[in-house]
């Protein structure tokens, strides 16, 4: 790896804690530097922030305002995540696969069943016609209480028969996997979502505690392919317990990740690629702060 200097980092499978001193004693010219040889040198992928400023879920989005991003992201990464198959989200995979693209696609599901049957549909119809690479059945359905664990389990069921030659799973924290064998055996690949911040990790520990977050997953999946489907660290907002979102935390966390990742060969794709404001309504000022670009595309590191 090109990118990676020895007197910075050096993550192998032995080490227990990373090596944050050498980050920490950087100057800011030095981390900014060294963050940017690790997105130029190129990451896995990125979760797609699809509303632009004034937008919000419900919003349909235009194809022209989707090329506009993924332009930006596929000079850094092999792979786009989406969230839904609709109102316009049905389009990302599309303009993803245009731009060589690999796509992680999801159907977004909820208590609403005729939505959810729309969404289904639409994800098995991306898939039929070539844009799917891996689909993702519900996005943190458990976690929200908006389905019962029996009807997600039908829901995988159904689109694992229609797509036999894609990798079907299902996208929520990483403890579901753990704590539900039934959704982990049902599932072909399995999607999780790490996030030390939100359990109130300090930045010091995080990278510790992600890996751990990881290998619970890893050691529940017997075997099955792992991705960790979201992961990220913001750098502004309303402090959670000892995680504190600074610029420098978040670079030293986007740096962390992704050279381990480059390590121990783990597919990692990161939140988000651009801020959206409309989070802060569910998520207080920091939901709006968790892009490697912000609202108006410019890089933010």
């Known amino acids: 790896m090109s990118y990676r200097e020895e007197k910075y980092l050096s993550f192998k499978k032995s080490d227990t804690v990373p090596k944050l001193d050498y980050l920490k004693n950087m100057s800011g010219r030095e981390l900014k530097d060294l963050f940017l040889e690790v997105l130029y040198g190129g990451i896995h992928g990125f979760c797609f ?3 632009e400023e004034g937008q919000k879920p419900g919003d349909v989005v235009t194809q022209d305002q989707i090329v ?11 792979w786009v995540r989406s969230f839904s198959c609709t ?7 599309k303009v993803a696969k245009n731009a060589g693209l690999k796509t992680l696609v999801g159907a ?3 208590s609403d069943k005729e939505k959810n049957r729309q969404e289904i549909d639409n994800l098995v119809k991306l898939a039929r016609e070539g844009y799917v690479d891996v689909a993702a059945v519900g996005n943190e359905v458990l976690y929200r209480d908006d389905l019962s664990e029996e009807e997600l389990l039908e829901y995988i069921e159904e689109v694992k028969e229609l797509l036999p030659d894609i990798p079907v799973g299902y996208v929520d924290a990483y403890y579901e996997f753990v704590q539900r064998p039934k959704i982990t055996e049902a599932c072909e690949i399995i999607l999780c979502n790490c996030y030390p911040y939100w359990e109130g990790t300090d930045i010091q520990d995080s990278f510790q505690h992600m890996r751990q977050m990881y290998y619970q997953v890893k050691n529940a999946a017997n075997g099955k392919r792992v991705m960790i489907s979201e992961t990220g660290w913001p750098n502004k907002g309303e ?3 000892n995680a504190v979102p600074t610029h420098q935390n978040a670079m030293i966390y986007f740096i962390n990740t992704y050279l381990w990742a480059n390590d121990e060969d783990v597919e990692v794709f990161y939140f988000s690629s ?23 595309g410019k890089i933010k590191y």
């Open 49 to 51: 922030s699809l509303y």
């Open 68 to 78: 506009k991003r993924i332009n930006i992201l596929n000079k850094h990464s092999d």
């Open 87 to 93: 109102e316009g989200n049905e389009l990302i995979p």
């Open 108 to 110: 977004w599901l909820g």
């Open 239 to 241: 402090a959670l317990g």
């Open 274 to 296: 651009f801020d959206e404001s409309w989070k802060i309504s569910s998520e207080g000022e920091v939901g709006a702060y968790w892009g490697i670009w912000d609202k108006s």
